[in-house]
């Protein structure tokens, strides 16, 4: 059992830079690949960025490339998804997630309760 708790959401100009951060609660948080998901008003859940258990390896959407970065230390049971150059298109509640290699990312086994980001014009 995995309890994900997001934080560092918040309001930001067009422009700037947020940095959110994942805690993991329960054992063996370094078997799990770790993601970020977004859902804007309006639209449904899509795909950010996914790391894989060592952190050796990311891959990213399209639409954050360039501009996001996830990473993960696993001595802190942490997951953080670096965010520059926010565009208001990047306005959405943003969720953390861990799965495992044998589940995938069709369907997380767990999500946290999701952190607000909003960015302004």
């Known amino acids: 059992q995995v309890q994900l708790v997001e934080s560092g959401g918040g309001l930001v100009q067009a422009g700037g830079s947020l940095r959110l951060s994942c805690a993991a609660s329960g054992r063996t948080f370094s078997t799990y690949a770790m993601g970020w998901f977004r859902q804007a008003p309006g639209k449904g859940r899509e795909f950010v960025s996914t790391?894989?258990?060592?952190?050796?390896?990311?891959v990213y959407a399209d639409s954050v490339k360039g501009r996001f970065t996830i990473s993960r230390d696993n001595a802190k049971n942490t997951v953080y998804l670096q965010m520059i150059s926010l565009k208001p298109e990047d306005t959405a509640v943003y969720y953390c997630?861990?799965?495992?290699?044998?589940?995938?990312?069709?369907?997380?086994?767990?999500w946290g309760q999701g952190t607000q980001v909003t960015v302004s014009s």
């Open positions: 997630a861990a799965t495992t290699s044998d589940t995938g990312w069709a369907n997380p086994r767990y």
């Open positions: 790391i894989n258990l060592s952190g050796g390896s990311t």
